[in-house]
């Protein structure tokens, strides 16, 4: 097949570069940064190794989300949405970009997105889960983007016609409770996907499609449990007859097969992908490494001798997502 589209793919600047240090051992952490700092390098010969032609890059996490003054947060977005329209300039035939936002103030994101759409030619947004905003004895809080103060930044998104990457994180300290004593479970191993996919279903349930039908959700890891889930999410004791408690108009299934489209990112398991094909047709499933925090040549090896169909292989690879991201290829 052509070459392979991939696009949960991320980048540091020094300023975040940081925030990916607890990720990896110690002993790991120099090749860890060594992999964020290029664009390049390294990754361009993997990605010509492995026959992946375009990679759309994203900035490392948690990132601005944790970032809770305002200002500040503005700033890193705008400087990092800057280096990564430079490095796309230098190779506009393997590279595009994410936008990252500073969704502590949903106006400023709002406009950032539209600049980077409409002048640095970003095919779309990549934000790394809840912003935190500063509280007055010091603290932060986390907002999700379900609240009503985010409908007109979800307008907006609608607007410009572009994805919206919802990518995880860890919670907070003080939400994240369950976790005590077992940190291992934290991370990309359990916490990310439970923290995404309550994201998720908020979105769903807050009744954000029925007012903005048009929106496009990407999420990653093959869709952080919820395709496993649709059936209980939607008839928990379907016995009992009570109405939804919540705004929401449809179905879970409805929005998450209408308005979702899942990346094979960093969760290289054929048998889920299979799954994952039943219950949203091979048509919403993209292609994606988690580079650098994945190897490359572990996703597309994978990807490649999966036993799936070579009309899904090419849809699933290449197509879907330069249809979605508008790569005309």
């Not at 492995?50 to 990679?55: F, K, L, Q």
């Not at 949903?106 to 779309?124: K, Q, S, Y």
């Not at 004791?237 to 979702?260: G, I, Q």
Request: with cysteine.
């Amino acid at each position: 097949m052509q070459g392979k589209i991939a696009l949960e793919e991320h980048f540091a600047i020094p300023e975040t570069l940081n925030d990916s240090a607890g990720f990896v051992p110690g002993t790991y952490w120099d090749e860890l940064q060594a992999r964020l700092l290029d664009i390049q390098d390294v990754r361009l010969k993997l990605m010509d190794e492995h026959n992946i032609e375009t990679m759309i890059l994203s900035l490392n996490a948690p990132a601005v989300q944790a970032i809770p003054e305002r200002e500040r947060a503005i700033d890193i977005a705008r400087r990092a949405n800057d280096v990564l329209a430079e490095e796309c300039a230098k190779r506009p035939d393997r590279f595009r970009g994410f936008a990252a936002l500073p969704l502590q103030d949903p106006d400023a994101a709002a406009e950032e997105l539209r600049r980077c759409v409409t002048e640095l030619g970003f095919v779309g947004a990549l934000v790394n889960g809840f912003s935190q905003s500063a509280t007055v004895d010091g603290g932060s809080t986390p907002l999700y983007y379900d609240l009503p103060r985010y409908r007109p930044f979800w307008a907006e998104v609608e607007r410009l016609d572009v994805p919206f990457y919802l990518h995880p994180r860890n919670p907070l300290n003080q939400d994240a409770r369950i976790y005590e004593g077992h940190p291992w479970l934290l991370g990309p191993t359990w916490a990310f996907a439970q923290e995404t996919a309550v994201h998720a279903l908020r979105l769903m349930a807050s009744g954000l499609f029925d007012e903005h039908p048009g929106l496009r959700i990407v999420l990653g890891h093959m869709g952080e449990g919820i395709p496993a889930m649709l059936w209980r999410i939607d008839h928990r004791n379907a016995w009992v007859d009570v109405p939804p408690a919540y705004p929401a108009k449809r179905r879970m299934v409805d929005y998450f097969t209408e308005n979702f489209f899942v990346t094979t990112s960093g969760n290289f398991r054929t048998q889920t992908l299979i799954d994952l094909l039943l219950e949203l047709g091979s048509e919403r499933v993209m292609f994606s490494t988690d580079w650098p925090f994945e190897n490359i040549n572990h996703a597309a090896e994978w990807f490649d001798a999966a036993s799936i169909s070579e009309a899904d292989r090419l849809k699933i690879g290449r197509t879907n997502a330069a249809t979605l991201f508008k790569l005309g290829r």
